[in-house]
């Protein structure tokens, strides 16, 4: 009985290794077209219910919005959803707009901010293909939304984007998931992907699922803190503020300038890390 056990289990580890090999494979030959429906199809239906929407936000949220979030700040909230976030900032005397790619749940975000007589302006859209230019006092990528893009590169390219959309002296807020995973299947897949070209590269630190009933599959990467700070220096930013799992940034050449005048080398301003 103990052999036919012990056999059982190995074939089990096997057969789950082999299934999982088969589902990053399949995401890395995939096109970020199909990806993205993924992504839509992920998000459409978090958070409905109008309780939770307004429960507002998260204590390291908070924090983070008291420090640096004033009442008439312009702020542009990527990833709003059904608003949770967004409302909350609408609340605190912000002129906020909001962009998610995901259809259903904007509608809801609109309709919550209508019964409570609030107002922000809503756009559907992922933000790396958001075509505006307009300045906002703080770019707020909303919880964990950084990991939801993927591919280093582009990751990269959408801060220098929100770059672009920030005052001088504003800053750019992002929380991130923590804890990349190690997956042998994972390593084999990205080892195949090399094999074949596509728009997008599976890397270190991403976790697919699968999306019951759709073909479809979900996406996220996580983080190392080393990973964070790379991408954002590569972006032309500083670490203003950091408790993990949410930063905040400066334009690394605004800092340039006030660090010179102060002749302060420091860049990071607080580090902290939230249990
Ligand atoms: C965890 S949900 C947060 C929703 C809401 N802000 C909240 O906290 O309840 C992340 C949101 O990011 C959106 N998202 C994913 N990729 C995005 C992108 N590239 N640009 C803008 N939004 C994106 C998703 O559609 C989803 O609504």
Redesign the pocket.
Same mark, same amino acid.
């Given at each position: 009985m103990t052999v036919a056990r012990d056999l059982l289990r190995r074939c089990e580890r096997l057969l789950d290794g082999a299934a999982r090999f088969c589902l990053y494979t399949r995401a890395a030959l995939t096109p970020l077209s199909e990806v993205r429906k993924g992504?839509?199809a992920s998000?459409n239906d978090?958070?409905p219910d109008e309780r939770d929407i307004g429960a507002g936000l998260a204590w390291w949220e908070r924090d983070v919005a008291d420090r640096y979030v004033k009442p008439h700040d312009r702020v542009l909230v %990527?990833?709003?959803?059904?608003g949770?976030?967004l409302a909350s900032l609408v609340e605190r005397g912000c002129a906020v707009t909001g %962009?998610?790619?995901?259809p259903r749940?904007l509608a809801r975000a609109a309709a919550y901010l209508e019964a409570q007589g609030g107002t922000a302006a809503l756009e559907c859209a992922?933000?790396?293909d958001w075509p505006r230019e307009d300045v906002f006092d703080v770019v707020w990528f909303?919880?964990?939304?950084y990991g939801?893009?993927p591919d280093s590169s582009r990751r990269i390219a959408m801060l220098k984007k929100a770059g672009r959309n920030l005052s001088p002296g504003g800053v750019l807020v992002l929380s991130y998931p923590i804890n990349p995973p190690g997956s042998r299947a994972a390593w084999l897949a990205r080892a195949a992907q090399r094999l074949w070209t596509n728009d997008w590269v599976l890397e270190e630190g991403d976790v697919i699922g699968r999306l019951r009933n759709t073909g479809l599959f979900s996406y996220e990467h996580r983080f190392t803190r080393e990973e964070i700070e790379k991408e954002t220096r590569a972006a032309g930013f500083y670490v203003e503020w950091l408790g993990e799992p949410i930063v905040v940034l400066r334009a690394a050449a605004a800092a340039d300038e006030t660090h010179a005048r102060t002749g302060d080398q420091s860049r990071v301003a607080s580090v902290s890390v939230i249990p």
């Open positions: 992504i839509i998000w978090f958070i %990527i990833g709003c959803g059904s949770r976030d %962009i998610d790619p995901a749940a992922f933000f790396e909303s919880w964990f939304v939801y893009v």
